[in-house]
T-cell receptor, first 109, second 114 residues
Framework: TQLLEQSPQFLSIQEGENLTVYCNSS?????LQWYRQEPGEGPVLLVT?????EVKKLKRLTFQFGDARKDSSLHITAAQPGDTGLYLC?????????FGAGTQVVVTP | DTAVSQTPKYLVTQMGNDKSIKCEQN?????MYWYKQDSKKFLKIMFS???????INETVPNRFSPKSPDKAHLNLHINSLELGDSAVYFC?????????????FGPGTRLTVL
């Protein structure tokens, strides 16, 4: 059983559509992180959410941390082909990053 | 300038061989890491060094031996390669060890063991 469960595993949508990916756990976290990994590259940190109920926006990306700090979601509005990538949620335990299995997002023109 | 670089980008080798992957960071960070991403894209930490000292050593076969000649470099040597070692290996660095420091990842080294 993984610490962080991500869903869906794969998402294919058309340009302009919205999408949401989820990161869930039975554990409580002091923070959760979201990364995007593009093909042939390493993951890049998008955001860290710290406070229960917190909402952070990064252009068309909206990140939410659950009130109980056990789950998080990433919503993309009007997806573009450049949003294609593997989205990973992770938790940082004294520098040891533990990741979910990721959601592969494909946005087609 | 590339912040975290790895060589080689691709590595294809036979079972039983010994190989090394090199990592360098020019960010002035104290802490470096090795991660393994398997065929299902699951990314898992292997090792971490802080200022040349090993601080994280996950359950990794002892065929894997990291070496940090200085805090800007962290190399990974793998002995007696096995089919299951095929994966993408990522190096990363952060300003310091502990929670709260952003880790910057290299582009990865795709290792294929035949």
């Amino acid at each position: 059983t993984q610490l962080l469960e991500q869903s869906p595993q794969f998402l294919s949508i058309q340009e302009g559509e919205n999408l949401t990916v989820y990161c869930n756990s039975s554990s409580v976290f002091s923070s959760l992180q979201w990364y995007r990994q593009e093909p042939g590259e390493g993951p890049v940190l998008l955001v860290t959410v710290v406070t229960g109920g917190e909402v952070k926006k990064l252009k068309r990306l909206t990140f939410q941390f659950g009130d109980a700090r056990k789950d998080s979601s990433l919503h993309i509005t009007a997806a573009q082909p450049g949003d294609t990538g593997l989205y990973l949620c992770g938790t940082d335990s004294w520098g040891k990053l533990q990741f979910g299995a990721g959601t592969q997002v494909v946005v087609t023109p | 300038d590339t912040a975290v670089s790895q060589t080689p980008k691709y590595l294809v080798t036979q079972m039983g061989n010994d190989k090394s992957i090199k990592c360098e960071q020019n960010l002035g960070h104290d802490t470096m890491y090795w991660y393994k991403q398997d065929s299902k894209k699951f990314l898992k930490i292997m090792f971490s060094y802080n200022n040349k000292e090993l601080i994280i050593n996950e359950t990794v076969p002892n065929r894997f031996s990291p070496k940090s000649p200085d805090k800007a470099h962290l190399n990974l040597h793998i002995n007696s390669l096995e089919l299951g070692d095929s994966a993408v290996y990522f190096c990363a660095s952060s300003p310091s060890s502990g929670s709260g420091y952003t880790q910057y990842f290299g582009p990865g080294t795709r290792l294929t063991v035949l």
